[in-house]
């Protein structure tokens, strides 16, 4: 290991090492090797540091040859939320492609394959899964991030994501403690409320954690959110009644406890990103996640002096500080001794896997009518495709490319695409003018129309009344969660936007199953 840099004391050292920052650009500027050397001991990526697995790799390669045993972490749930391909989508589906199969040893090839293709690029810890059972179906930033809405179904493929990733010799990081599925509210923006039951709460919410708890769960992330039952006072990343109490003392669970971002509005906007992380640790936090917004030398020295200020003004215990620098180093150590088993998943081949799964979760339905979806006809002319396209959340990003079109072009050569969101004034409105702009776009060509999550726009779904009535021949592709009542000459819900997810649904619409 990488003997610490002189003149750095344990207090220092041990504030460092619980920090999970970021950076910007594709290799390691020199603040953070700096850092890396006086006691950092983990390092977030996001899509703004990866151009390819090569590139990937090699600056993995340069954080190590400064530490080690550096934990190099990723926000890589796979489907809708992917960094390794940011840029053209995910080669497998999400958590709720998974749920609509329900094949748990699918599950369980698909994150293998997944984990062994970071571990190949030198990433040893995903904040990934999502256990979060999806409850409220107006959650805007859970979704298709969960297994679905079924407690059972979300904890039997929690605990199968978790064996397979760490099969693949990459930590599991289970998220978002207790549980962040029933909310209406994004987190990135404001302080989500859970008003249940503790008996529903234990039924419900923490039955996937639980289960991922008995699968060997390296690490846990928290979530920001103010549950009254469990806590009034508190949002749980900061609770001690939330993560000492109940994960640790009543669940058990031993693991690395990670904060979810702590510069996201439900804490920074309250606490602080720096009262916040003393918070965090002394109510049972191992490790600060910071970085998808702030990613410089200026921020990790801001929350290392917090931490060590904390400590010396007797706010934060030094043994607290110490135990959570000593769970981190322990997780380094096991991802160390890991190893990955590098080998494709059993049954399907790796480069394959993703494909496989995403064309298994499709659930197609024609028209009411028109009998069996087999009888429909498949396209043998380039359609027009409208994508009608809602504000991505956060998580998910902007950058990352959804739909259908691209796959398409490749199959029917020719095909035109347009996107279409709501524009000002009633949704009603703005729909109807969305969809009369589809209309004339398409001209006389077949249309085939993507919504995401319609059931919560109103505005898509008067796009989607427009198209209908006057083009009923419509083929319609939710690759949202499925909620609202299937419509169009077939209906294809993709249950994810990942890129096999709309090649899946390409292969249907083009009769090119098998191609």
């Known amino acids: 290991m990488t003997t610490l840099a002189s003149g750095t004391d344990t207090l220092t050292r041990d504030a460092l090492t619980v920090l999970q920052p970021g950076f910007t650009g594709t290799t390691a500027p020199d603040w953070l090797l700096r850092r890396l050397g006086e006691g950092l001991a983990s390092v977030g990526l996001f899509g703004r540091n990866i151009a390819s697995p090569g590139q990937l790799a090699a600056l993995t390669a340069q954080l190590r040859a400064e530490r080690d045993d550096v934990l190099v972490a990723i926000d890589e749930e796979g489907g809708d939320v992917t960094r390794l391909e940011v840029r053209n989508g995910s080669s497998f589906p999400g958590n709720h492609a998974l749920g609509a199969v329900d094949d748990i040893e699918l599950t369980h090839q698909v994150a293998h394959e997944l984990g062994r293709r970071l571990a190949a690029c030198g990433v040893n810890l995903n904040w990934a899964p999502s256990a979060d059972v999806n409850s409220d179906p107006r959650n805007p930033v859970i979704g298709v991030r969960s297994f679905g809405a079924d407690t059972g179904l979300a904890a039997r493929h929690t605990a199968a994501y978790v064996t397979g990733l760490q099969s693949a010799g990459v930590a599991a990081c289970t998220k978002h403690f207790p549980g962040h599925g029933d909310t209406a509210v994004d987190s990135h923006h404001a302080l989500p409320r859970i008003d249940v039951s503790a008996d529903v709460l234990a039924e419900r919410e923490l039955a996937p954690f639980r289960a991922a708890i008995a699968a060997g769960t390296r690490a846990v992330m928290s979530a920001h959110i103010l549950v009254p039952a469990l806590d009034p006072e508190r949002p749980a990343t900061l609770s001690r009644r939330i993560l000492t109490g109940l994960l640790r003392d009543e669940l058990g669970y031993a693991g690395l406890i990670v904060t979810d971002g702590m510069e996201m509005r439900a804490i920074a906007g309250t606490y602080g990103i720096e009262r916040g992380s003393v918070l965090a640790i002394a109510a049972g936090a191992d490790a600060i996640c910071v970085g998808g917004g702030l990613a410089d030398d200026a921020t990790v020295l801001r929350l290392r002096d917090a931490l060590v200020s904390a400590v010396r003004a007797g ?160 083929v319609v592709v939710e690759m949202g969660v499925p909620q609202a009542a299937p419509r169009g000459a077939l209906h294809i819900a993709t249950h994810g936007a990942a890129r096999v997810c709309g090649r899946a649904a390409a292969e249907v619409i083009a009769g090119a199953m098998g191609r």
Not at 362 to 389: I, N, R
Not at 415 to 436: I, K, L, Y
Not at 442 to 454: F, L
């Open 315 to 474: 706010e934060l215990p030094e043994e607290r500080l110490a135990e959570a620098a000593d769970r981190v180093r322990a997780l380094a150590r096991w991802a160390g001794t890991a190893g990955t088993a590098g080998r494709p998943a059993e049954g399907t081949h790796g480069t394959e896997i993703g494909l496989h799964a995403a064309r298994r979760a499709l659930t197609v339905t024609a028209a009411p009518g028109l009998g069996d979806p087999a009888t429909f006809k498949p396209l043998t002319e380039p359609p027009y495709v409208a994508a009608l396209t809602p504000v991505a959340n956060i998580a998910v990003g902007d950058e990352t490319p959804w739909g259908i079109a691209a796959e398409l072009i490749h199959l029917l050569p020719g095909t035109v695409t347009g996107s279409f969101s709501a524009g000002d004034g009633p949704e009603s409105e703005a729909g109807e003018n969305a969809g009369r702009a589809a209309l004339q776009a398409a001209g006389p060509r077949r249309i085939v129309a993507v919504v995401r999550d319609e059931h919560r726009h109103p505005w898509m779904a008067s796009a989607l009344d427009a198209l209908l009535a006057a083009r009923p021949d419509t």
